[in-house]
């Protein structure tokens, strides 16, 4: 029941980057717990998946979306996404790969790592029901996004030394892979990479900006698994505000946080969310979300995968 429970933490406050029970080195498919290995009938699914959602992002006209995956079953979290990442169409890595904070296992230390979209749906694992968004920015301020996350030393600016699964938007002492996000589109939105370039904190200026303009972070409720915390090393309380842990709850950088600040500042930006079964593919253009069960509605698009 402990196992289940850690799972459930890792995975609801933001599954480390590649997968829904560790991290990846670059370069490698090892992930820090064993996992489900695919059948060749999953892998196959799961392809098919991710080339539907690229002939989606081809058709778009976008160079940039910003992209979110599930991880395992987090409804008892009231979370669907757990993580997060910039899918760009110029990447020198191949076309839309997802650039993403993940966690290096082995040097006990966060990376920026560019992994292709078909990998980055393939961490959905061998979960019956996989889900994946995608938001699309107008065009200007999908260019200041793409500028910002294709430059080396602008993406690493923004990223932090330590790693906490659970990170605190508004603290420095640590980040998740979804903060890193957000504070890279601050830069962006809020024009802060010229001034902060060799001059102060740049994280500091972004997590600054996004309080100015009301980011909001999501709110989870852990409840009696905030002792957890004690115990699994990607997990920290030392950054949240008191009032928050002495309620068992963290506030903390999601891909549902990131979308409504998107939504909320930019009206005119537009999502896409796919689902998949064993059956089929289900996909929405608009920002209700998918019914639990990835059941269609009426105007919704379905592809059959039998």
């Known amino acids: 029941m402990r196992r289940r429970a850690r799972a459930w933490v890792l995975a609801g406050l933001c599954a480390l980057a590649l997968g829904p029970w560790g991290a ?8 820090c717990d064993a996992h489900a290995d695919l059948g060749v009938a999953q892998k196959d699914r799961l392809l098919r998946f991710a080339g539907l ?8 006209g976008q160079s940039l979306a910003i992209v979110s995956r599930s991880g395992l079953d987090l409804k008892r979290f009231g979370v669907r996404y757990s993580h997060a990442g910039i899918s760009l169409k110029a990447s020198a ?17 966060p990376r920026i790592f560019d992994q292709g979209l078909s990998a980055f749906v393939l ?5 019956a029901i996989g889900y994946v968004s995608v938001v699309l920015l107008p065009p200007e301020q999908a260019s200041l996004l793409e500028s910002e996350a294709l430059d080396n030393r602008e993406a690493l600016q923004f990223l932090s030394t330590a790693y906490s699964a ?31 370039a060799g001059s102060g904190d740049a994280r500091a200026e972004a997590q600054g900006w996004l309080k ?4 909001q972070p999501s709110i989870i409720e852990v409840g009696s698994l905030m002792w957890l915390g004690a115990f699994i090393p990607w997990v920290h309380g030392d950054d949240h505000p008191h009032e928050d842990t002495a309620g068992n709850v ?4 999601m891909p549902a946080s990131i979308e409504a600040f998107v939504h909320a500042r930019m009206p005119e930006a537009s999502r896409i969310e796919f689902c998949r079964t064993d059956r089929q593919v289900v996909i929405r253009r608009g920002w209700d979300d998918i019914a639990e069960g990835c ?9 059959p995968l039998d």
């Open 166 to 196: 659970n990170a605190y938007p508004f603290s420095l002492r640590y980040q998740n892979c979804n903060q890193w996000v957000a504070e890279l589109l601050a830069a962006a939105l809020g024009g802060l990479a010229a001034p902060s």
């Open 53 to 60: 959602i690229k002939e989606e992002l081809d058709h778009s």
């Open 123 to 127: 961490g959905l694992d061998a979960a």
């Open 93 to 109: 890595n191949t076309p839309w790969s997802v650039r993403q904070l993940y966690y290096a296992c082995d040097e006990h230390k």
């Open 295 to 303: 059941v269609a509605a009426a105007s919704d698009t379905v592809v």
């Open 212 to 215: 100015d303009n009301g980011y």
């Open 24 to 31: 990846c080195r670059a370069g490698s498919l090892r992930f």
């Open 250 to 253: 963290y506030r903390v950088s």
